[in-house]
C-alpha cells in the first residue's frame, strides 16, 4: 500500500462535482421511475434546468447537486483536499484590474 507524504503546509477543502454527473442522475431517475417533471419539482428546480444538467448542457449549482443527491439516492458531489502552497497562490500575483480600479485614477482627479 504506497502512503501519502504528510501535509506540509495549510489544507483546503473543497467540493467538486464527480465526472459523469449528468449520466448518473438520469440512470437513477429512470431507475426509480421518475419523470424529469416530477424530480424538478421535487427538489424545486426547473425542469428545463435539470434536463441541461442531465444532456451536460449545464453544471448544477452544489446546492443543486446536493439537492439531487438527496432525492435521488446517488453520489454526485466528492469533497477535496488539497495542501494551499505558496506557489498555488503567488504573493505578487498579477491579476486583471477590476472596474472599480479603472475608475480611481478618475475620482482622484476630480476631487483635486
Sequence with gaps: MKMRPAPRGP???S??????YGRIIKRARDKAGLKLEVVAE???EKESYLDAIENGRMRPT???A???EKELGVKLVEKT???VT????PAGRFS???????????KKKKGK
Excluded at 467540493?15 to 459523469?20: A, H, I, P, R
Excluded at 486583471?96 to 478618475?106: F, G, I, Q, V, Y
Design 11 to 13: 489544507l483546503e477543502e
Design 15 to 20: 467540493e467538486e462535482l464527480v465526472e459523469g
Design 42 to 44: 421535487k427538489v424545486n
Design 62 to 64: 452544489l446546492v443543486v
Design 66 to 68: 446536493h439537492k439531487l
Design 81 to 83: 483536499v488539497q495542501e
Design 86 to 89: 505558496a506557489e498555488a497562490k
Design 96 to 106: 486583471e484590474p477590476t472596474l472599480a480600479d479603472m475608475l480611481a485614477p478618475a
